[in-house]
C-alpha cells in the first residue's frame, strides 16, 4: 500500500476515510515514520490525515507511536495547518516527553499559547502541563500560563485550565 496516495483520498473533512486506513497499517515502527514524514509533508491535507491516524493511535495506545514523542514533537514545528497542530498536541498531551525534547517543543508551543485558534491555546496548555509533570522546573511557568488563562475569552481555554486542575495535584 501507498501510504501517501491512500492518505489523498481524504477529502480534508470526512474522517471514515481515515479510519479504513488506519485499520489497514500496519503498527509497527516503520509506518509510524511514514506517518511522521507525512506529517511535513507539504500539502496541508496530507499533514492532516496523517496527523489525525497518528494521534488516534497514540490514544489506542499504540506502542510504535507512544515511543515517538520527539518525533512528534518535531512534527509539530513544521505543521502548517491547526488541525494538523491540534492532532499533535492531543496526542503530545498523552505522552511522556523525553528531556532531549522538552526544550525544542516549548519553544513550538510558546507560539500556540496565545494562538488566535481557541482549541490550539486550550491544548496548548494540556501540553505544557503534561511536559511539568516529569520535569518539575516548568511547574512554576506553567502555573501562570493556567492562571492566564482562567481569563481567556474562550470557553473551550477555560474549560482545559479546570480539566488539567483536576487532572493534576500541583496545579
Not at 39 to 50: F, G
Not at 53 to 67: D, N, S, Y
Not at 85 to 98: C, E, K
Amino acid at each position: 500500500m501507498n501510504l501517501l496516495r491512500s492518505l489523498q483520498a481524504f477529502d480534508g473533512k470526512q474522517t471514515g476515510v481515515l479510519e479504513q486506513i488506519s485499520s489497514t497499517l500496519r503498527r509497527d515502527p516503520r509506518t509510524v515514520a511514514e506517518l511522521l514524514k507525512a506529517a511535513e509533508h507539504d500539502d496541508a491535507r496530507l499533514q492532516v490525515a496523517a496527523t489525525w491516524i497518528l494521534k488516534r493511535w497514540v490514544e489506542e495506545g499504540e506502542p510504535a507511536a507512544q515511543e515517538r514523542a520527539p518525533q512528534l514533537a518535531h512534527a509539530l514545528t513544521h505543521a502548517a495547518d491547526w488541525q494538523s497542530q491540534l492532532h499533535l498536541l492531543q496526542a503530545l498531551a498523552l505522552l511522556q516527553i523525553p528531556q532531549p525534547a522538552v526544550p525544542p517543543l516549548t519553544r513550538a508551543l510558546a507560539p500556540l499559547i496565545t494562538h488566535t485558534n481557541r482549541f490550539l491555546r486550550a491544548w496548548s496548555l494540556s501540553v505544557y502541563a503534561r511536559i511539568a509533570e516529569d520535569h518539575e522546573p516548568l511547574r512554576e511557568k506553567v502555573l501562570k500560563l493556567l492562571e492566564n488563562a482562567e481569563h481567556d475569552d474562550a470557553a473551550a481555554v477555560r474549560a482545559r485550565v479546570r480539566q488539567i486542575r483536576k487532572r493534576i495535584r500541583w496545579a
